[in-house]
């Protein structure tokens, strides 16, 4: 690539990046990162190696780490630099900045400050897994990661069943079994695909009920997973499908959590369910 940069006005350029083969690199992207005076990177080893890949040099630039530890003096140097007249673009790990990755921080600082902020489109795991679950995706809403600990996580997704969209949600391999069975124990058999490791050698979409996938899924998992979820249809609960479905969660888990998770699950006012479970627990 030609050592001869063209000068970029000063603001803040958010570029997205591969999320696995490389070539799926944007030309606009490669210009951003042969053209700004300074480039933030949320790993800048990754950063460094995708320019190698493209025969982008940096040229005696600064290439600064800026990440969820980077502290606040980071972000507010940067703020600086571009008030100051330089163009700085920002890189996540991989994917568009801003979707679960710490640029969403600089962006608002530098929107706070008044300064041109321009995204640079290109690779994202979610958009992704939309185009390969065949799953409904004309209305979908990205959740990102659940809470770790079970019991907020099954609370999360009781507060999800009665969205009327398709679901898409990010998890660690090590943790996907436990999610699957949680979805399939409170959305229940919706249709969903997980995807794995999209775009890399050993890419992978399964598809079926998330029962099916709690199953499929019960060993040693790698990469990175994208899970997506349909959207459940309307149904008519009878009091005795609730209290079958009280009596069932009750078993695991504390009352209160309980009436929150068939409630979303239902799509039934929250207090209702809790006066049935009051009553289930006096029987």
Wanted: hydrophobic share 45%; charged share 25%.
């Amino acid at each position: 690539m030609n050592d001869a940069r063209t000068p970029l006005s000063a603001g803040l350029y958010l570029a997205a990046t591969p999320i696995g083969a490389a070539r799926d690199i944007t030309l606009r992207t490669l210009d951003l990162l042969g053209s700004a005076d300074i480039i933030a990177a949320e790993d800048t080893r990754s950063a460094r190696k995708l320019m190698d890949i493209h025969g982008v040099a940096l040229n005696g630039r600064r290439l600064v780490a800026c990440h969820d530890h980077s502290g606040e003096g980071v972000v507010d140097g940067l703020v600086d630099a571009i008030a100051g007249g330089a163009s700085v673009v920002y890189v996540s790990e991989a994917g568009t900045p801003l979707v679960s990755d710490p640029g969403f921080t600089l962006a608002r600082a530098a929107i706070a400050r008044g300064l041109p902020v321009t995204a640079a489109p290109g690779p994202s795991a979610l958009l992704a897994a939309l185009a390969v679950a065949g799953l409904p995706a004309d209305r979908f809403l990205f959740v990102g990661f659940l809470p770790n600990a079970e019991t907020a996580r099954r609370a999360a997704i009781a507060e999800l069943a009665a969205v009327p969209a398709t679901l898409v949600l990010y998890e660690s391999p090590k943790r996907l079994h436990g999610l699957l069975t949680d979805l399939a124990d409170i959305l229940g058999e919706r249709d969903a695909a997980v995807c794995r490791e999209l775009t890399k050698r050993f890419e992978e979409v399964r598809r079926g009920s998330l029962r099916d996938l709690a199953t499929a899924f019960e060993g040693e998992v790698k990469g990175e997973i994208v899970v997506v979820i349909g959207r459940g249809g309307p149904r008519e609960v009878t009091e005795s499908d609730i209290r079958a479905r009280l009596a069932e969660a009750m078993e695991t888990m504390r009352l209160k959590d309980a009436a929150t998770a068939v409630a979303g699950a239902l799509g039934l006012p929250r207090q209702q369910v809790y006066r049935l479970a009051l009553g289930l627990k006096d029987e």
